[in-house]
């Protein structure tokens, strides 16, 4: 046993130690008076303005305000919660933690030519957020209770997950992940990829705007070629560059994310108006040597338009993306004036043999070469940066309410790209 000394210390007066006493009590009472005062009005709110410069009308403009602002302007502690309202109207939001666009998320309904908003965010811990209408969704879904055997699994059933470290037993048709990889959608389209050596991008075109992924591949791994209620798969991919998909120009020959040590994706967001989907390429073997790539897929309500976020950890010669080629549809190019430009085709190249049109848009300035293949278009960009941002999209003409032409896909995308370069200016209040 260690002694320890006993340490005397002189005595307060009575008198004082009432008088300390009397200050706790009323300090701890005035707390309390103020804790039943913010819970009776325990809302912080700060307004934003929101300015349209230019002459035409916008919908379903995407808002991100990040969690580094939020911490700025709100002094609440953690737990709290977030409302936006325009006026007396909500606006639905959600809080994002992980991927590309953390912070409150909201998708502003319509903002006229030229016009001035204001919108009003209130923070609480006392909040209870409603739950909004679902229209965005990501998923992953893979199998349990089977078994691998010469790389196609057998038996089981498929369950959604958060996350999925890619089995190397898995490659492509092993019928292990339902439609093959991770699946988005906004309320208008869907798309999903391949999660294995092929890694290109597909797309689910909707007849509804309620979520579908759900449904999709679980009645049979082919059924979403054939047309269904809620839509079909209406682009054929095969060995092309498909919708956006991610790649370099090898050999005058656009080479998709094949060769890896290993795959890893993870649903980063799946909310009411705000989904998205991250992966890790680890190791892509490249002539100069073995990269990672981390690529995040979004999607927000409103919108056809997918932004794809790519980071390297070595820089890439020719970085690259691209469109399928397909003697059905017609090549349209803008005139990259803007700070952002598109390459897409039109026609009836969809897999219903109707109209689709699909197109990649990016940023003017890094843009080296607009090449092609014997299977793809293909948009190579500045390789001296390890990061490469840019949006794809797909327009079906069995959507509600969709573009059934091409003069009205050319429409559609020069306001996209106007758009793009002309974002919103938004400002404290």
């Given at each position: 046993?260690?002694?320890?000394?006993?340490?005397?210390?002189?005595?307060?007066?009575?008198?004082?130690?009432?008088?300390?006493?009397?200050?706790?009590?009323?300090?701890?009472?005035?707390?309390?008076?103020?804790?039943?005062?913010?819970?009776?009005?325990?809302?912080?709110?700060?307004?934003?303005?929101?300015?349209?410069?230019?002459?035409?009308?916008?919908?379903?403009e995407?808002?991100?305000?990040?969690?580094?602002?939020?911490?700025?302007?709100?002094?609440?502690?953690?737990?709290?919660?977030?409302?936006?309202?325009?006026g007396?109207?909500?606006?639905?939001?959600?809080?994002?933690?992980?991927?590309?666009?953390?912070?409150?998320?909201?998708?502003?309904?319509?903002?006229g030519?030229?016009?001035?908003?204001?919108?009003?965010?209130?923070?609480?811990?006392?909040?209870?957020?409603p739950?909004?209408?679902?229209?965005?969704?990501?998923?992953?879904?893979?199998?349990?209770?089977?078994?691998?055997?010469?790389?196609?699994y057998?038996?089981?059933?498929?369950?959604?997950?958060?996350?999925?470290?890619?089995?190397?037993?898995?490659?492509?048709?092993?019928?292990?992940?339902?439609?093959?990889?991770?699946?988005?959608?906004?309320?208008?389209?869907?798309?999903?990829?391949?999660?294995?050596?092929?890694?290109?991008?597909?797309?689910?075109?909707?007849?509804?705007?309620?979520?579908?992924?759900q449904?999709?591949?679980?009645?049979?791994?082919?059924?979403?070629?054939?047309p269904?209620?809620?839509?079909?798969?209406?682009?054929k991919?095969?060995?092309?560059?498909?919708?956006?998909?991610?790649?370099?120009?090898?050999?005058?020959?656009?080479?998709?994310?094949?060769?890896?040590?290993?795959?890893y994706?993870?649903?980063t967001?799946?909310?009411?108006?705000y989904?998205?989907?991250?992966?890790?390429?680890?190791?892509?073997?490249?002539?100069?040597?073995?990269?990672?790539?981390l690529?995040n897929?979004?999607?927000?309500?409103?919108?056809?338009?997918?932004?794809?976020?790519?980071?390297?950890?070595?820089?890439?010669?020719?970085?690259?993306?691209?469109?399928?080629?397909?003697?059905?549809?017609?090549?349209?190019?803008?005139?990259?004036?803007?700070?952002?430009?598109?390459?897409?085709?039109?026609?009836?190249?969809?897999?219903?043999?109707?109209?689709?049109?699909?197109?990649?848009?990016?940023?003017?300035?890094?843009?080296?070469?607009?090449?092609?293949?014997?299977?793809?278009?293909?948009?190579?960009?500045?390789?001296?940066?390890?990061k490469?941002?840019?949006?794809?999209?797909?327009?079906?003409?069995?959507?509600?309410?969709?573009?059934?032409?091409?003069?009205?896909?050319?429409a559609?995308?020069?306001?996209?790209?106007?758009?793009?370069?002309?974002?919103?200016?938004?400002?404290v209040?």
């Amino acid at each position: 046993m260690i002694y320890q000394p006993r340490i005397f210390r002189k005595s307060k007066p009575l008198f004082s130690q009432l008088i300390l006493g009397f200050v706790l009590v009323v300090a701890l009472s005035c707390a309390q008076e103020k804790k039943i005062e913010n819970s009776e009005n325990s809302f912080e709110s700060v307004h934003f303005s929101m300015e349209n410069s230019l002459s035409i009308d916008r919908s379903s403009e995407m808002i991100v305000i990040s969690l580094e602002e939020l911490k700025e302007k709100f002094y609440l502690e953690d737990g709290v919660s977030y409302r936006v309202f325009l006026g007396e109207e909500e606006v639905p939001s959600q809080l994002n933690e992980k991927g590309s666009d953390k912070g409150l998320v909201f998708v502003l309904p319509f903002i006229g030519a030229n016009q001035k908003l204001e919108i009003e965010v209130k923070a609480s811990s006392d909040i209870t957020v409603p739950n909004y209408p679902k229209l965005t969704q990501a998923e992953l879904s893979h199998k349990f209770g089977g078994e691998f055997k010469d790389r196609e699994y057998l038996g089981g059933h498929f369950e959604n997950v958060d996350s999925l470290h890619v089995p190397a037993a898995h490659t492509d048709h092993s019928w292990f992940i339902r439609y093959e990889g991770p699946g988005w959608e906004s309320d208008l389209v869907g798309y999903r990829f391949y999660l294995d050596w092929r890694n290109g991008i597909d797309v689910f075109g909707k007849k509804v705007n309620t979520p579908v992924l759900q449904e999709v591949g679980q009645d049979g791994f082919d059924s979403y070629h054939e047309p269904a209620n809620w839509g079909m798969d209406v682009l054929k991919v095969g060995k092309t560059l498909g919708l956006g998909s991610i790649a370099t120009l090898e050999d005058g020959k656009a080479r998709r994310v094949d060769v890896t040590d290993s795959l890893y994706a993870e649903i980063t967001n799946n909310g009411p108006v705000y989904s998205s989907v991250f992966t890790r390429y680890s190791g892509w073997d490249l002539p100069a040597g073995k990269t990672d790539i981390l690529a995040n897929i979004s999607i927000h309500s409103g919108t056809r338009l997918s932004k794809m976020d790519l980071e390297s950890t070595n820089s890439i010669a020719n970085f690259a993306t691209g469109l399928i080629k397909d003697a059905k549809a017609e090549v349209l190019k803008s005139d990259g004036s803007l700070a952002y430009s598109y390459l897409a085709t039109y026609g009836p190249q969809s897999l219903a043999e109707d109209n689709l049109g699909i197109a990649v848009i990016y940023p003017t300035a890094q843009l080296t070469q607009d090449t092609e293949d014997e299977l793809s278009h293909i948009l190579v960009f500045d390789s001296g940066s390890k990061k490469l941002s840019y949006y794809f999209l797909a327009a079906w003409e069995q959507e509600p309410g969709g573009i059934t032409t091409q003069e009205e896909f050319i429409a559609y995308l020069d306001q996209e790209i106007l758009k793009l370069s002309n974002p919103l200016k938004i400002a404290v209040k």
